[in-house]
């Protein structure tokens, strides 16, 4: 099985800053993307920002030039650092990965972190 692990939520004033972070850890073999979506009270999970292979990335045009992602291949971990944030921003953060294990190749998910951003 694959595990992510989640951190960095909380409460953010609008205009400031924080910086989420995912560590998979498991049986993984390869991994072809990680990524972060989010999903505010009433409204479908919408993605974030991807980062695949060849540290190719993504983002909604809501965080474009707000947010970055990045990830540390050697730790199988995957950040997102949100910046410029607004009381639209509010969501439960959910990271996922697209990998490869002993299982074959899957779709893993985080259990969620809550960003709120008042204003």
């Known amino acids: 099985q694959v595990q992510l692990v989640e951190d960095g939520g909380g409460l953010v004033q609008a205009g400031g800053s924080l910086r989420l972070s995912c560590a998979a850890s498991g049986n993984i073999l390869s991994i072809n993307a990680m990524g972060w979506c989010r999903q505010a009270p009433g409204k479908e999970r919408e993605l974030v920002a991807i980062v695949k292979s060849g540290n190719r990335t993504k983002y909604a045009d809501s965080v474009k030039g707000r947010f970055t992602i990045s990830r540390d291949n050697d730790k199988n971990t995957v950040y997102l650092q949100m910046s410029s944030l607004k009381p639209e921003d509010t969501a439960v953060y959910y990271c996922?990965?697209?990998?490869?294990?002993?299982?074959?190749?899957?779709?893993?998910w985080g259990q969620g972190t809550q960003v709120t951003v008042s204003s």
């Open positions: 996922y990965v697209d990998c490869y294990s002993h299982y074959g190749r899957g779709d893993y």
